[in-house]
């Protein structure tokens, strides 16, 4: 099994793409890749842009990546409520090839953040929106208060109630 996994945010840090990583890693005989958006920055979207240079070729390799995925395991980044800037970038320029981004893949879909709330609000818009671009949402997932409830350090979460929710979520996916 094939396991596409990124956290959808450009930071060097991110605590997404740690949470990411570690939960792709816990389904069993799978092969992971981790994605890093900092591989797919592009101009900011622009219709005037895409005129000028067609499709980017970032963005095809981007749908080339998830092309071949069993299951996509994606946590996403909230600034000011929403999805990052990086990620929407990177989303818009692929729906102008693909509408359906995630390609229908099997996608366990979560979010986590510094305050207790975990990312419930982008994490709330991605579960409402991208099944309209693809997104075969079979599980979601939110860690709050990710310092106090991830070890960095071992790269797993450290919480056992919140650790055995995610592992019962990949056990019935």
């Known amino acids: 099994m094939k396991i596409i996994a990124f956290g959808a945010s450009p930071s060097k840090n991110s605590i997404n793409k740690?949470?990411?990583?570690?939960?792709?890693?816990?389904?069993?005989?799978?092969?992971?890749?981790?994605?890093?958006?900092?591989?797919?920055?592009?101009?900011?979207?622009?219709?005037?842009?895409?005129?000028?240079i067609g499709q980017h070729e970032l963005a095809k390799a981007f749908l080339a990546k998830i092309a071949p995925a069993d299951v996509l395991v994606v946590s996403m980044a909230e600034n000011n409520g929403n999805y990052s800037a990086a990620f929407k970038n990177i989303f818009d320029w692929c729906t102008r090839i693909n509408a359906k981004v995630f390609q229908e893949k099997p996608m366990l879909l979560m979010a986590t953040s510094p305050g207790a709330k975990g990312g419930a609000s982008v994490l709330g818009i991605a579960k409402n929106a991208f099944p309209f671009y693809g997104g075969n949402i079979k599980a979601t997932f939110s860690l709050p208060s990710f310092e106090a409830n991830f070890d960095v350090e071992n790269g797993k979460i450290s919480n056992?109630?919140?650790?055995?929710q995610l592992k019962e979520i990949i056990n019935n996916f």
């Open 18 to 52: 740690k949470l990411a990583t570690y939960a792709a890693n816990l389904f069993a005989n799978a092969e992971v890749e981790v994605l890093d958006l900092n591989d797919f920055q592009m101009p900011i979207y622009t219709v005037d842009i895409e005129e000028e």
């Open 160 to 164: 056992a109630e919140l650790d055995n």
